[in-house]
């Protein structure tokens, strides 16, 4: 039977708190980050480190402060909230013309 190491372990619980809270399973996280399920599984188990790719996927999908992740025994103060942060995402994910889009529509939507 594998043992999780525990910095594998943090990291996999990391994951599996910030999925839950955005209530996705692990099947459909695993689909829009497009990596296996498996492979998630086995990542929110401990039983294995996932790579900077994977970590990157997943954090596109489920917005997390990262601090937390690399530095677990520090007190972390919330900068943004949950939806900031999906704003965030979402915005880091289009393209720069996308981007201007989406920053005018915003703008015309809060300005009238």
């Known amino acids: 039977m594998h043992v999780p190491n ?23 996280l695993s689909e829009i980050a ?10 929110e188990r401990g039983h294995i480190n996932p790579t900077w790719d994977t970590m990157q996927r997943l954090l596109a999908v489920i917005p997390s402060d990262a601090n937390e992740l690399m530095y677990p025994n520090r007190k ?3 900068v943004v909230d949950a ?9 880091g994910s289009c393209n720069e013309a996308d981007q201007e889009k989406l920053m005018s529509i915003a703008r015309l939507f809060l300005c009238n």
């Open 34 to 43: 497009e990596i296996s399920a498996r492979h998630l599984s086995n990542l």
């Open 83 to 91: 939806h900031t942060a999906e704003l965030l995402a979402i915005l």
């Open 76 to 78: 972390h103060e919330k």
């Open 6 to 28: 525990q910095k594998y372990k943090h990291v996999g619980n990391f994951f599996r708190k910030a999925r839950k809270s955005r209530g996705l399973s692990k099947e459909r």
